[in-house]
């Protein structure tokens, strides 16, 4: 089942286009990262997804699903205290009090935020409000889970935690993300997807991405490579080239390059 | 949706949003009822008459209670946008009902009023309050959840909505063109000429036709709320 479908979308927010040409299906159980520079389109890519925004042209399908969202930023303003919070906004997605307060105990301890149950929101750390937001999205027991830079503000722990009650969900619940640091995306992600400015510009699943290794080095004449098959090359200079090549290749390769005189600067694997 | 409107009433209590308002609102009741032997219609038209900007000033500051990211939770929590701009209406018709009682039994209480009350009375004075209570509402809503809502002088511009409201009749007087643009105004003079024009008149044809009137306005307003809320939304 496709949780979600985009042909064609574009989403704009004041006349600005945030989002252009989007073809994107998402299909349920997938573990999506989307990553991109600041204000790409990322979190607007996630809202459109969730239901918060609608496209403004195209074709956007959306399966009848619940979803969870976490904000980049939990609200700074809310003057309820942790558990309250957690059990009204349990009670608005139709939960009994007696089983929230189970489960809001149970993450409570799991997110090291037991302490500040009876404290407002408002006087929370940064680290904790996070917290109630990643609490208050899996308390819904979501199909879709949308978290939009999850880690921010989270200390070692917790993000452990987290990744944990990740691995823990279901495998029928779609989990997407958008994310800057590789920790959540190496360890959870099964699919990448890259906005830049606002276009869709890499969508692979990583599974089947082929491993490959960045070589950089120093060559005497640039013909010196010109027999190597890499995936890709990228010169910087006269004489210093970065190459891409596939992993069970790079000793036949860099062998081939110390042969013919070349200095190997760096080896590194790609990400 | 129940757990929402709970939520909204702990966190519009706890803002404190709600006090300057009300205390408006009770001041005025107050003052209203500081002699004895008042008028029954006029005095309940007084006080209905605040209720207006009392609850336009209400609805701003219950939809501004959120940022955008609590919103965001919120929707996904309540599975509707729907849901919670009727969320929203209902808190307010919450926070709006010990205003209403007050200023309809305070003046029973104490026994201010000039005569008895009769039930025509009763209802005229509870009638008039609901509507200029979902005047402020509707207005309110308005400047609050659509597309006007961002502009810069959103307050501004209700504040003119309400005090246009109320001199539409004298514009219109010095200006008869003005009535094919001021109609869009909440009537607030078609509701005044129930307590203007004494007991016995409730029921009367033209009473009858202008009753309708509002009422065909708010439901229109209300209803009219709905896609502008949800075009700002999406």
């Not at chain 1, 004041?14 to 299906?25: C, D, F, S």
Request: include cysteine; glycine fraction near 6%; proline fraction near 3%.
């Amino acid at each position: 089942m496709n949780v979600f479908e985009a042909n064609k979308a574009r989403k704009t927010i004041n006349g600005n286009v945030i989002l252009e040409e989007l073809t994107l299906t998402i299909s349920q159980g997938e573990r999506i990262a989307i990553t991109g520079e600041n204000g790409s389109g990322k979190s607007t890519l996630l809202k459109l997804i969730t239901g918060i925004y609608e496209k403004t042209a195209g074709e956007v399908q959306r399966a009848p699903l619940e979803t969870g969202y976490v904000p980049e930023h939990f609200p700074e303003t809310i003057k309820l205290k942790l558990q309250e919070y957690l059990i009204l906004v349990g009670k608005i997605s139709g939960k009994s009090k007696h089983e929230l307060t189970n489960e809001i105990t149970e993450y409570a301890k799991r997110f090291n935020v037991t302490e500040f149950l009876h404290t407002p929101l408002k006087n929370c750390s940064k680290g904790t409000k996070q917290k109630a937001g990643i609490i208050q999205a899996l308390l819904k027991e979501p199909d879709v889970l949308l978290m939009d830079e999850p880690l921010t503000g989270l200390d070692e722990q917790a993000q452990t935690e987290l990744l944990t009650q990740l691995h823990s969900l279901e495998k029928k619940i779609t989990v997407i993300f958008t994310a800057h640091e590789s920790y959540l995306i190496d360890a959870f992600a099964e699919r990448i997807l890259q906005i830049k400015n606002g276009r869709l510009v890499y969508d692979s699943t990583k599974l089947n991405q082929e491993k490959g290794r960045i070589i950089k080095t120093t060559v005497p004449t640039r013909a010196c490579i010109s027999a190597i098959q890499a995936m890709s090359i990228k010169w910087h200079g006269e004489s210093l080239v970065e190459l891409t090549v596939s992993a069970n290749e790079s000793d036949h390769v860099l062998t081939l390059l110390l042969k013919q005189g070349c200095s190997i600067i760096e080896l590194s694997e790609k990400r | 949706m129940f757990a929402f409107v709970v939520y909204q009433l702990k966190s519009f209590g706890l803002s404190l949003k709600f006090i300057p308002p009300a205390t408006l609102y009770f001041a005025w009741v107050f003052l209203s009822y500081a002699y004895k032997n008042v008028p029954i219609l006029s005095s309940y038209g007084s006080t209905a008459m605040l209720l207006y900007p009392i609850m336009l000033w209400m609805t701003m500051a219950l939809f501004h209670l959120e940022e955008e990211s609590e919103k965001h939770i919120l929707f996904s929590h309540l599975t509707s946008k729907g849901r919670y701009l009727l969320g929203k209406w209902l808190t307010l018709s919450i926070t709006m009902t010990p205003l209403l009682l007050f200023s309809i039994f305070y003046p029973i209480v104490t026994s201010s009023f000039k005569g008895i009350m009769s039930f025509e009375s009763f209802f005229i004075g509870v009638y008039v309050h609901v509507v200029f209570a979902a005047f402020g509402i509707v207005v309110g809503t308005l400047f609050s959840t659509t597309n006007l809502a961002s502009k810069k002088y959103s307050w501004l511009t209700a504040a003119l909505v309400v005090v246009v409201s109320f001199s539409a009749q004298s514009m219109i007087e010095a200006a008869a063109f003005l009535q094919w643009v001021l109609w869009i105004f909440p009537p607030v003079f078609d509701v005044l000429s129930l307590v203007g024009n004494g007991e016995g008149i409730f029921l009367n044809t033209s009473s009858m036709m202008n009753d309708i009137g509002v009422i065909f306005y708010l439901m229109i307003g209300f209803t009219i709320l709905v896609p502008l809320y949800r075009k700002k939304e999406s």
